[in-house]
């Protein structure tokens, strides 16, 4: 079985969108991800805010990389987000995910994201846990 940072890593070689979004991998342990990105132009709204779909992947790629990094291959069924407040061009977010509970076949995780230390996201995740293991 792969150690959880050869899982995060070889996902993330295979994931072009978290690599075209610019975000970096910069802490992994067994079922906590810490990743980061800074807002760029094109991520902004009509509102010159960063758009909400953004800040999502980023929390949405770190749950994945969480819940993986465990060791058995594992799928989201079911997400959701709040936005706390906005976010502009220039700003570095911070997503920190980790395991709340795992069982045999159900993960739930939350991630935090951040800017400075300011929440700017909160996310929940639950992924069904498959029997493949990561090699």
Avoid: C
């Avoid at 980023?58 to 079911?78: H, P």
Wanted: aromatic share 10%.
């Amino acid at each position: 079985m792969l150690s959880p940072s050869e899982i995060v890593f070889k996902m993330y070689d295979n994931d072009a969108y978290s690599r075209w979004l610019g975000i970096v991998i910069d802490k992994v342990e067994l079922g906590t991800v810490e990743l980061s990105l800074e807002v760029r132009s094109e991520m902004l709204n009509g509102f010159q805010v960063l758009h909400g779909g953004i800040s999502y992947a980023l929390a949405d790629s770190a749950f994945a990389f969480a819940s993986n990094s465990l060791g058995y291959q594992a799928v989201s069924i079911e997400t959701s987000i709040s936005h706390l407040r906005k976010v502009e061009k220039g700003e570095v977010l911070r997503a920190y995910a980790q395991k709340l509970s795992s069982g045999r076949s159900i993960g739930v995780y939350e991630v935090q994201v951040y800017s400075g230390q300011s929440l700017v996201a909160s996310f929940r995740g639950t992924v069904a846990i498959s029997k493949r293991i990561w090699d």
